[in-house]
């Protein structure tokens, strides 16, 4: 069983940057291949963005691309989702999830093996 914990949410003015954190207890998250997903007030979770294990290939929902980047280290046992050029849409309560086999998007974080509880991110304007 993995336990997977998000940290770095918080309330930032549009525009402004956070940088979210996904790690793992129960087994390491190297192991894994990585996705977050958001879920807005109201709406259904949708996709952000995935790594592989290696961290070789990475995959991103069209909104995100050229503002959000999905990256990890293995040695902190980490993975990262940094949100540069923050938009009020992208308010939303944020989940990583995690698989023993990447395959790029995902529908839903339920059709991953694990996920987390979220952090929250509210973007003002």
């Known amino acids: 069983q993995v336990q997977l914990v998000e940290s770095g949410g918080g309330l930032v003015q549009a525009g402004g940057s956070l940088r979210l954190s996904c790690t793992a207890s129960g087994r390491a998250l190297f192991n894994y291949a990585v996705s977050w997903f958001r879920q807005a007030p109201g709406k259904e979770n949708e996709f952000v963005a995935a790594i592989s294990r290696g961290g070789g290939a990475t995959a991103y929902e069209d909104s995100v691309k050229g503002r959000f980047t999905i990256s990890r280290d293995n040695a902190k046992d980490t993975v990262y989702l940094q949100m540069n050029s923050l938009k009020p849409d992208d308010t939303a309560v944020y989940y990583c999830?995690?698989?023993?086999?990447?395959?790029?998007?995902?529908?839903?974080?339920?059709?991953?093996?694990?996920w987390g509880q979220g952090t929250e991110v509210t973007v003002s304007s």
């Open positions: 999830a995690a698989d023993r086999i990447y395959s790029g998007r995902k529908a839903d974080y339920h059709d991953c093996e694990y």
